[in-house]
């Protein structure tokens, strides 16, 4: 299965060319999840967010609602850490933070009321599903560490690098709430504005301190 590349150019996931039916229904929940949240997405909406039948659900997903939300998930996680990888061998720390927030930015467009995340959907399931938070926390932690890695390199040490990449996911998640609630993008950008600046002083301050 085809599972995605990410676009470097403007921080954008696109799908491969080829779209089984397994792969239309994941891309649909990734959709819904991030729109409306767990509870709000519907195994019929589904099907049709993702052009696919109805019945086929169920022979892709055995487990049906929480095994499908759950791989979902976890292939917006897996792409977005493969993305932040990516960016940032190719453009260095600053422009990733601001790839990051530009990810969830651009499935919406224009209607940032919709904006929002399908890990983090996942992870206000609980406690009805541990699992789901489960593989949220997992998918969170994925991005968090090539960022921590980047600033270890840069001379930021072990403890400070672990800190800022927490804070960078924790930032960019809670201004996706903020910004679904305003109707406007100008939380999101706010939060990766703040995060540059908290970058290039962290940065400073270790070139300061060696």
Known sequence: MTVGIARIADGEPVEGKRRDGRALLLKGARQ????K?????ELRDVAEQGEAPRGSIYHHFPGGKV????EAAELE???IRDLIERSLEERG???TLALFGNVFRRRVADYPERIGCPVAAIALARPEDPE????ATAAFQSWE???AAALRDEGVSAKDAETFAGLVVSTVEGALLRARAAGSQEPLDSAIGGLGHALDRLLEGSAASR
């Open 77 to 79: 996680g897996t792409m």
């Open 93 to 95: 720390l600053k422009q």
């Open 145 to 147: 560490r090539p960022i």
């Open 37 to 41: 949240g767990y509870a709000g997405m």
């Open 132 to 135: 789901l938070a489960a593989a």
């Open 32 to 35: 819904l999840l991030a729109e």
């Open 67 to 70: 095994q499908l939300a759950r």
